[in-house]
């Protein structure tokens, strides 16, 4: 195997940048999980929608496509997450809504709520596709901002959007932090996690906080969308996927269900793909990324940080 | 009568909890032992240890000459023990029939190609397989039930079926958990009938119970289990005396329930 | 739809059909394979009248379609086996036909001189060796995901189809993108090499290979390895305590499963002539699910439906309405779509799929609160009780209870 150290230094920087990102997208997997004991397999449609909500409002209605500086970037920045956040947030509820109360209703088998999302998903999705839509190829998402060097560490540099990327999520993991252990929601959310009939007897309204948790997963997905669009200055109809199933696959690998080990998991994901191409080449960075995750498991069957609810 | 199953200085340690701590007991064949105890007393553990589902820590167990520690759940049934479950397991969507005939299938030795192909012997178990199902229905009396759903069933005969999906394993050891939990004065007459039956069958019968009236009824002997250790062992009757027992069922709030049975038995 | 088949009318004349059709014995299977070649024989000549839809999928076009929905009714009959039958969600299947039609290619005398093989072989010797590879990689699969419940299950295999596809991609001996050309036909001495005009796949191949797997299926689901299979998905502990030995059994089912795709793997290879990763998107794993689930889980008859349904009602739409697109969605992909919204709609209202097997059509339509644990209303008490085979939700026991696999819900 030949590596080439040269790329030690960038590789560790954007595998880090990119396990920020997972962390974001793995936050809403596990917290579903959480409160449903069910893997969301439409979250990568919900991810998709905010990226691409920030591209309609931004690009296409207020037709924002020149870069800014000083406070109107901070300013519009903040808009772009903020749609993002929303427009997934909504659509997590929606999905919610569609695809999963009524299952709930009928106490559907675990196997119907897998599959009724993923048809949520396939909907969203390829709806998006649709030419009356995005269409199938990529749109380049509105240029607000130019990228500029803005430190160097281990000889890599990092821009100003791999800034953005690791303020906004420190920011987001904070206010996460706070909101489900300092809130009433946040400890309608734990008890939910821990004991649903006890939860039930105490008082918590199930489908609100259920929905609840499906609309703030969505808004640190929707976050997350509108960094990965702003990183890669497009978004796409099926931009939620590889993103989608690598969060997925960062969730459990650090124990779904378990806030501490997404992050976990988001950041280890993306270093090791990542630095995998230091060795492998680019090409084999996603096989890896999916083989990490059976070995892993197989090492420790409910990720690294075990299933292990709340805070 | 030999010993059919020996129990050998049995630990097993779970993180910092210490389930069971060197267990001993000796079963006889053709005898009904009881295993009792209070709540938390390693009683389903000990089941757990000597089915497969768990490798003890230490120690062993021995089953007709063999040592069975370590091996598979269904290798220790091929060897001959079969169990039922404190909360009932059931293949609820599967019919009666079914259910006894998978317990069956357990002594069948068709494989893959010969299903595929319908091989005679295949042809030949099938035939069988449902003949020994129906009679086993029979044996516990509910061969109506043959062709409804397990979860149809009420909650004695789901019990009853536990047991003759056990039995259609053909096992030397029958470990019967809790057979009587749930159960109304009637159906537990029944039960105490149906292991007799089964005792004189020839299947020596393990049981845990927590019914002191059919445990003591039953038992040629019983062990006695707290907190994981072994606190006597014997007759029934001596054992009802031992003050160790009585300071265990007694003496700790979660034992209140079953030692306000034993005073019961004892006034009876 | 629910509604028109609880029409008493229609389902008196269904069940007098199923009677009839059952009666015939072993005999059914030929006259299912008489239909399966007669019928397409008219409708590729064009004599099929419009208002039975098939009418629309005439000449070479129509021949290609029934190409494809054979292959994917082989998919849907061995996806069901994984996943209706076994309880074991596979979302990853088309892998193994990737892994077959990969190695028809490798044992044939395809591509260029340079392109490398591991043998040339007559094509029809390529068979064995593309279902012997499969049912390995069913193993290789197998083995190390037994310990992993549902939803862990369904990621991992998710990553296998993505392993497969992109190693596919990426290997120099496999062409990478590029893919591989000129795999040859197989010949039949009745017809000679089987060409591209007329049915002769659909007649020569596919109607045989369904025929048997349908057969080999059938038989598997009424004996002691079905019945293993249904256990293993009801309660994975108690079938332990029963004998059944968990491990060989769940690998049984994947290699049984990979089995039919082995062989499908080969058919579309020798067809087409020209395999690349491009031809196996994860998506198509998606899509054989979809026509499992929407079939009925767990049923035969099911498989095959839903795999005719994936397939050719989209082109069956895109003729009927004459054009590549209806009310502005694109067949090929809007049809995802719309099958998304089918699946949430099945999943609500049928469960069971249109033709539940019988198992799952009580399993799934009755409301068996058992997996389910949060409900609308408040917990009632026939919830709380623990219903039977499953996890409680509190233990009552009064032992300590170790994490083990068995305890796990499915």
């Known amino acids: 195997m030949d590596c080439n150290t040269g790329l030690l230094g960038p590789t560790f920087v954007q595998g880090l940048l990119l396990g920020f990102i997972y962390a974001l997208i793995a936050l809403g997997y596990t917290m579903v999980y959480g409160v449903l004991k069910l893997i969301n397999f439409a979250h990568d449609a919900v991810f998709m929608i905010g990226g691409v909500a920030a591209f309609y409002v931004i690009g296409q ?251 | ?92 969507n599967m019919t009666a029939l079914e259910n006894v005939f998978v317990g069956v299938d357990a002594r069948h030795k068709t494989q893959i190609l010969g299903a595929i192909f319908r091989s005679p012997r295949h042809r030949r178990e099938e035939r069988e397989g449902e003949a020994k199902a129906m009679k086993l229905l029979e044996y516990v009396g509910l061969t109506r ?68 009236k059919v445990v003591m009824g039953l038992s040629d002997r019983v062990a006695v289990l707290d907190h994981g250790e072994r606190i006597a062992y014997g007759k029934p009757e001596e054992v009802q005396k031992d003050p160790k027992v009585i300071e265990a069922y007694l003496g700790s709030g979660a034992g209140g329930n079953a030692a306000s049975k034993q005073s019961k038995q004892e006034g009876a | 739809m629910a509604a028109v088949l609880k029409n008493p009318g229609i389902k008196r004349f269904s069940d007098n059909v199923a009677k009839f059709w059952f009666a015939m014995g072993p005999f059914r299977y030929l006259v299912a394979a008489g239909l399966m070649i007669l019928v397409p024989v008219i409708m590729e000549r064009g004599y099929l009248p419009e208002w039975t839809l098939l009418g629309y999928l005439d000449g070479l076009y129509g021949t290609n379609i029934l190409f494809t929905t054979g292959v994917w009714i082989l998919l849907a009959l061995g996806l069901n086996v994984v996943v209706g039958m076994a309880g074991l969600l596979d979302l990853g299947y088309v892998a193994f036909l990737m892994l077959g039609a990969y190695t028809t290619a490798l044992f044939t005398e395809s591509g260029s001189a340079e392109q490398f093989h591991f043998a ?136 049984i499963g990979a089995s039919t795709s082995g062989v499908a793997g080969w058919i579309y290879a020798v067809k087409l002539n020209y395999i690349s990763p491009n031809n196996f998107p994860l998506l198509q794993s998606i899509l054989v699910l979809c026509a499992v689930v929407i079939g009925g889980l767990g049923s035969i008859a099911g498989a095959v439906l839903g795999a005719a349904l994936v397939i050719m009602l989209p082109e069956i739409v895109r003729e009927a309405s004459g054009g590549a697109e209806v009310f502005g969605f694109d067949i090929e992909t809007g049809r995802i779509a719309v099958f998304g919204v089918l699946l949430i709609i099945v999943m609500i209202f049928r469960p069971g799929g249109l033709l539940a097997a019988k198992r799952r059509r009580v399993e799934l339509m009755e409301a068996g609160a058992a997996d389910m644990v949060i409900s609308e209303a408040g917990p009632d008490p026939d919830e709380t009780a623990a219903p039977v085979g499953q996890e409680p939700v509190v233990t009552e026991g009064d032992d300590v209870r170790a994490p083990s696999e068995g305890g796990e819900e499915r």
């Open chain 1, 61 to 311: 209605w207020f037709g924002l496509t020149d870069p800014f500086t000083g406070v109107g970037l901070i300013l519009v920045l903040v808009a772009v997450l903020v749609i993002g956040g929303l427009a997934s947030s909504g659509g997590a509820v929606l999905l919610e809504r569609a695809a999963y109360r009524p299952l709930r209703k009928r106490h559907a088998a675990r196997l119907s709520y897998l599959i009724s999302a993923i048809g949520a998903s396939f909907f969203a999705t390829y709806l998006f596709q649709q030419s009356f839509l995005l269409g199938p190829g990529k749109r380049s998402f509105p240029h607000v901002m130019t990228t500029e060097k803005a430190f160097e560490i281990f000889g890599s540099r990092v821009n100003n959007k791999g800034v953005l990327i690791i303020v906004t999520v420190i920011v987001c993991l904070v206010l996460l932090d706070r909101l489900i252990n300092q809130t009433k929601t946040g400890r309608s959310i734990r008890a939910l996690s821990e004991d649903v009939v006890a939860a039930q007897l105490m008082g918590v309204n199930v489908t609100r906080v259920i929905v609840m948790t499906f609309a703030i997963g969505g808004f640190f997905g929707g976050i997350a969308s509108a960094l990965y669009s702003l990183q890669f200055g497009n978004v796409v109809w099926n931009m939620g996927f590889i993103p989608g199933v690598k969060a997925f696959t960062a969730a459990v690998l650090g124990g779904i269900g378990n806030i501490r080990g997404a992050m976990l998991g988001g950041l280890l994901l993306g270093l090791i793909e990542n630095m995998s191409v230091v060795c492998l080449g680019n090409q084999w960075s996603d096989v890896v990324a999916f083989v990490v995750l059976p070995l892993m498991l197989i090492l420790r069957p409910t990720g690294i940080l075990g299933e292990r609810i709340g805070g």
């Open chain 2, 1 to 92: 009568m030999g010993t059919i199953l020996k129990v050998d200085k049995v630990t097993m340690q779970f993180g910092g909890l210490r389930a069971l701590g060197d267990v001993d007991f000796e079963i006889q064949e053709g005898e009904i032992f009881g295993l009792i105890g209070p709540n938390g007393a390693g009683k389903t553990t000990m089941f757990n240890c000597v089915t497969g589902v768990y490798n003890p820590t230490a120690g062993s167990v021995t089953f007709d000459g063999v040592a069975i520690t370590g091996k598979r759940p269904d290798q220790i049934v091929e060897i001959g023990i079969c169990r039922t479950f404190q909360q009932i397991r059931l293949f609820p």
């Open chain 2, 145 to 212: 039930f043959a062709n409804d759903l397990a979860k149809n069933l009420s909650y004695g005969d789901q019990r009853r079926l536990e047991i003759a999906r056990a039995l259609g394993t053909g096992p030397k050891l029958l470990l019967l958990d809790e057979p009587a939990a749930g159960m109304n004065p009637v159906e537990k007459n029944g039960l105490r009938d149906l292991v007799r039956k089964i005792r004189d069958s020839g299947v020596t019968v393990l049981l845990i119970e927590h019914d002191m």
């Open chain 3, 120 to 255: 040339i072989l007559n094509p029809w010797l390529a068979l064995p060796i593309a279902l012997v590879v499969a049912m390995l990689a069913g193993v290789l699969l197998g083995v190390p995901t037994l310990r992993l419940r549902g939803d862990y299950l369904a990621i991992v295999t998710l990553g296998f189809h993505e392993i497969v596809r992109q190693t596919m991609n990426n290997l120099e001996v496999t062409n990478g993108s590029r893919g591989i050309f000129g795999i040859p036909h197989p010949s039949v001495p009745v017809t000679g090499e089987l060409g591209l005009d007329g049915t002769p796949y659909w007649q020569w191949l596919l109607v045989p290979a369904i025929i048997l797997a349908v057969i080999m299926i059938k038989h598997l689901e009424n004996s002691r390895v079905g019945r293993y299979w249904t256990a293993l998905r009801e309660d994975e502990v108690a079938a332990a305590a029963m004998g059944v030995p968990v491990t060989k059994m769940k690998v049984l089912a994947f290699v």
